[in-house]
Protein backbone atom coordinates (compact mmCIF):
# COMPACT_ATOMS: atom_id res chain seq x y z
CA UNK A 1 0.00 0.00 0.00
CA UNK A 2 3.16 2.42 0.39
CA UNK A 3 2.57 5.10 -2.82
CA UNK A 4 4.95 5.25 -5.12
CA UNK A 5 6.92 8.17 -5.78
CA UNK A 6 8.91 9.70 -9.01
CA UNK A 7 11.83 10.97 -9.77
CA UNK A 8 13.02 9.17 -6.74
CA UNK A 9 15.73 12.74 -7.26
CA UNK A 10 16.28 16.00 -9.21
CA UNK A 11 18.48 18.62 -9.44
CA UNK A 12 17.11 22.73 -10.36
CA UNK A 13 18.82 25.37 -11.32
CA UNK A 14 17.11 28.51 -8.57
CA UNK A 15 14.05 29.52 -10.92
CA UNK A 16 13.05 26.51 -12.78
CA UNK A 17 9.94 23.94 -12.41
CA UNK A 18 9.95 20.71 -11.13
CA UNK A 19 6.82 17.72 -10.67
CA UNK A 20 6.76 15.41 -7.87
CA UNK A 21 4.36 12.55 -8.87
CA UNK A 22 3.23 10.30 -6.45
CA UNK A 23 0.77 7.21 -7.31
CA UNK A 24 -0.95 4.36 -5.42
CA UNK A 25 -2.52 1.18 -6.52
CA UNK A 26 -5.19 1.59 -4.28
CA UNK A 27 -8.58 4.10 -4.18
CA UNK A 28 -7.61 7.09 -2.62
CA UNK A 29 -9.55 9.08 0.27
CA UNK A 30 -6.92 11.95 0.97
CA UNK A 31 -3.06 12.30 -0.54
CA UNK A 32 -0.70 14.22 2.23
CA UNK A 33 2.15 16.17 0.90
CA UNK A 34 5.24 17.11 3.87
CA UNK A 35 8.84 18.47 2.88
CA UNK A 36 11.95 17.46 5.35
CA UNK A 37 14.86 18.63 5.87
CA UNK A 38 17.87 17.43 6.63
CA UNK A 39 18.22 16.52 10.24
CA UNK A 40 14.19 18.52 10.85
CA UNK A 41 10.47 17.13 11.21
CA UNK A 42 8.71 16.84 7.83
CA UNK A 43 6.42 20.15 7.41
CA UNK A 44 3.11 20.28 6.07
CA UNK A 45 2.64 21.37 2.47
CA UNK A 46 -0.67 20.41 1.04
CA UNK A 47 -3.73 18.01 1.25
CA UNK A 48 -6.09 16.78 -1.29
CA UNK A 49 -9.20 15.00 -0.57
CA UNK A 50 -11.25 12.77 -2.62
CA UNK A 51 -14.09 15.24 -3.88
CA UNK A 52 -11.74 18.08 -4.79
CA UNK A 53 -11.28 19.58 -1.48
CA UNK A 54 -7.33 21.04 -0.59
CA UNK A 55 -5.64 22.66 1.79
CA UNK A 56 -2.64 24.16 2.07
CA UNK A 57 0.26 26.91 1.39
CA UNK A 58 -0.56 29.69 -1.05
CA UNK A 59 2.13 28.91 -2.78
CA UNK A 60 2.44 25.37 -3.48
CA UNK A 61 -0.12 23.39 -6.08
CA UNK A 62 -0.91 20.37 -6.62
CA UNK A 63 -3.61 18.11 -7.91
CA UNK A 64 -5.40 14.48 -7.46
CA UNK A 65 -6.43 12.56 -9.79
CA UNK A 66 -9.08 10.02 -8.45
CA UNK A 67 -9.21 7.83 -11.33
CA UNK A 68 -5.95 7.65 -11.47
CA UNK A 69 -5.48 7.55 -8.33
CA UNK A 70 -2.62 9.59 -8.87
CA UNK A 71 -1.37 13.34 -7.37
CA UNK A 72 1.66 15.52 -8.49
CA UNK A 73 2.72 18.49 -6.91
CA UNK A 74 4.05 21.59 -8.37
CA UNK A 75 6.98 23.47 -7.49
CA UNK A 76 7.17 26.47 -9.41
CA UNK A 77 10.16 29.28 -9.72
CA UNK A 78 11.91 27.19 -7.40
CA UNK A 79 13.99 28.98 -4.52
CA UNK A 80 16.87 27.68 -3.04
CA UNK A 81 14.62 27.26 0.07
CA UNK A 82 12.68 24.59 -2.12
CA UNK A 83 15.51 21.77 -0.95
CA UNK A 84 14.65 18.96 1.33
CA UNK A 85 12.99 15.30 0.48
CA UNK A 86 9.02 15.68 -0.35
CA UNK A 87 7.07 12.89 0.75
CA UNK A 88 3.55 11.97 -0.63
CA UNK A 89 1.19 10.22 2.68
CA UNK A 90 -1.96 8.45 1.03
CA UNK A 91 -4.63 7.47 3.46
CA UNK A 92 -7.33 4.90 2.70
CA UNK A 93 -10.54 5.65 5.02
CA UNK A 94 -8.54 4.66 7.54
CA UNK A 95 -7.06 7.99 9.32
CA UNK A 96 -3.90 6.86 8.93
CA UNK A 97 -1.13 7.72 6.29
CA UNK A 98 1.22 5.53 4.51
CA UNK A 99 4.15 7.49 3.36
CA UNK A 100 6.04 7.11 0.49
CA UNK A 101 9.95 6.72 -0.19
CA UNK A 102 10.53 10.52 -1.00
CA UNK A 103 11.97 12.85 -3.81
CA UNK A 104 15.28 14.24 -3.02
CA UNK A 105 15.21 17.88 -4.17
CA UNK A 106 18.37 20.09 -4.63
CA UNK A 107 18.27 23.81 -6.03
CA UNK A 108 21.69 25.14 -7.60
CA UNK A 109 21.81 29.07 -7.06
CA UNK B 1 2.05 28.27 21.51
CA UNK B 2 4.77 25.48 21.55
CA UNK B 3 5.02 22.89 18.74
CA UNK B 4 5.28 18.83 19.30
CA UNK B 5 8.38 18.42 21.61
CA UNK B 6 9.94 14.91 22.49
CA UNK B 7 12.67 13.75 24.77
CA UNK B 8 14.80 12.63 24.63
CA UNK B 9 16.45 13.97 21.08
CA UNK B 10 19.56 10.95 21.01
CA UNK B 11 18.99 7.69 22.72
CA UNK B 12 21.91 5.07 22.82
CA UNK B 13 21.66 1.85 24.62
CA UNK B 14 22.71 -1.30 24.14
CA UNK B 15 20.75 -4.29 22.89
CA UNK B 16 18.31 -6.24 25.14
CA UNK B 17 17.82 -2.84 27.23
CA UNK B 18 14.46 -1.04 27.63
CA UNK B 19 13.45 2.66 26.18
CA UNK B 20 11.09 5.03 26.81
CA UNK B 21 10.58 7.82 24.18
CA UNK B 22 8.29 10.72 25.03
CA UNK B 23 6.28 12.68 22.99
CA UNK B 24 4.21 15.99 23.90
CA UNK B 25 1.79 16.82 21.28
CA UNK B 26 0.60 20.19 21.07
CA UNK B 27 -2.02 21.78 23.55
CA UNK B 28 -5.74 20.88 22.68
CA UNK B 29 -4.98 18.02 20.23
CA UNK B 30 -6.59 14.78 20.32
CA UNK B 31 -5.13 12.94 17.77
CA UNK B 32 -1.25 11.56 18.34
CA UNK B 33 0.49 9.51 15.80
CA UNK B 34 4.22 7.47 16.17
CA UNK B 35 6.15 7.01 13.09
CA UNK B 36 9.43 5.33 12.57
CA UNK B 37 11.63 6.46 10.13
CA UNK B 38 14.89 4.90 8.76
CA UNK B 39 18.18 6.74 6.49
CA UNK B 40 16.72 7.24 3.02
CA UNK B 41 13.06 6.20 3.53
CA UNK B 42 9.91 7.56 4.62
CA UNK B 43 8.07 7.85 8.10
CA UNK B 44 6.56 4.54 8.90
CA UNK B 45 3.37 4.40 10.37
CA UNK B 46 3.46 2.72 14.26
CA UNK B 47 0.58 3.77 15.82
CA UNK B 48 -2.34 6.02 16.66
CA UNK B 49 -4.27 7.66 19.27
CA UNK B 50 -7.82 8.74 18.94
CA UNK B 51 -7.90 10.87 23.05
CA UNK B 52 -6.22 8.44 25.23
CA UNK B 53 -7.23 4.84 23.34
CA UNK B 54 -5.30 3.34 20.57
CA UNK B 55 -7.29 3.44 17.50
CA UNK B 56 -4.73 1.61 15.47
CA UNK B 57 -1.79 0.26 16.54
CA UNK B 58 -1.19 -2.48 13.34
CA UNK B 59 2.12 -0.68 12.39
CA UNK B 60 3.79 -1.96 15.47
CA UNK B 61 6.58 -4.03 14.40
CA UNK B 62 5.83 -6.60 17.23
CA UNK B 63 4.93 -7.13 21.02
CA UNK B 64 8.27 -5.34 22.08
CA UNK B 65 6.65 -2.48 21.09
CA UNK B 66 3.92 -0.60 23.01
CA UNK B 67 2.50 2.86 23.46
CA UNK B 68 0.55 4.78 25.99
CA UNK B 69 -1.32 7.64 26.21
CA UNK B 70 -2.68 7.58 29.53
CA UNK B 71 -4.50 11.12 30.11
CA UNK B 72 -4.87 12.38 26.53
CA UNK B 73 -2.18 14.40 26.23
CA UNK B 74 1.43 13.01 26.46
CA UNK B 75 2.79 9.42 24.93
CA UNK B 76 4.96 7.10 25.80
CA UNK B 77 6.60 4.51 23.57
CA UNK B 78 8.11 1.88 25.11
CA UNK B 79 10.47 -0.62 23.47
CA UNK B 80 11.74 -3.52 25.30
CA UNK B 81 14.76 -6.01 24.45
CA UNK B 82 15.68 -3.57 21.94
CA UNK B 83 17.67 -5.11 19.20
CA UNK B 84 20.01 -3.22 16.81
CA UNK B 85 17.20 -3.07 13.96
CA UNK B 86 15.30 -0.94 16.29
CA UNK B 87 17.96 1.97 15.44
CA UNK B 88 16.25 4.83 13.59
CA UNK B 89 14.66 8.06 14.08
CA UNK B 90 11.17 7.99 16.23
CA UNK B 91 8.78 10.94 14.65
CA UNK B 92 5.90 11.85 16.95
CA UNK B 93 3.03 14.00 15.83
CA UNK B 94 -0.37 15.48 16.04
CA UNK B 95 -3.28 16.92 15.09
CA UNK B 96 -6.42 18.84 16.21
CA UNK B 97 -8.54 15.35 15.03
CA UNK B 98 -8.02 12.10 13.47
CA UNK B 99 -9.34 11.69 10.19
CA UNK B 100 -9.10 13.11 6.45
CA UNK B 101 -8.07 16.23 6.20
CA UNK B 102 -5.92 17.09 9.23
CA UNK B 103 -2.69 18.33 9.27
CA UNK B 104 -0.13 16.63 11.15
CA UNK B 105 2.27 18.35 12.96
CA UNK B 106 5.78 16.91 14.09
CA UNK B 107 8.02 16.88 16.09
CA UNK B 108 11.90 16.68 15.82
CA UNK B 109 11.92 13.28 16.37
CA UNK B 110 14.08 10.94 18.96
CA UNK B 111 17.27 9.31 17.33
CA UNK B 112 17.58 5.72 19.14
CA UNK B 113 20.60 4.00 18.38
CA UNK B 114 21.07 0.42 19.60
CA UNK B 115 24.78 -0.94 20.08
Known sequence: QQPVQSPQAVILREGEDAVINCSSSKALYSVH?????????????????????????????????????????????????????????????????IFGKGTRLHILP | GAGVSQTPSNKVTEKGKYVELRCDPISGHTALYWYRQSLGQGPEFLIYFQGTGAADDS?????????????????????????????????????????????????????????
Open chain 2, 59 to 115: GLPNDRFFAVRPEGSVSTLKIQRTERGDSAVYLCASSQTSGRGNEQFFGPGTRLTVL
Open chain 1, 33 to 97: WYRQKHGEAPVFLMILLKGGEQKGHDKISASFNEKKQQSSLYLTASQLSYSGTYFCGTEYGDDKI
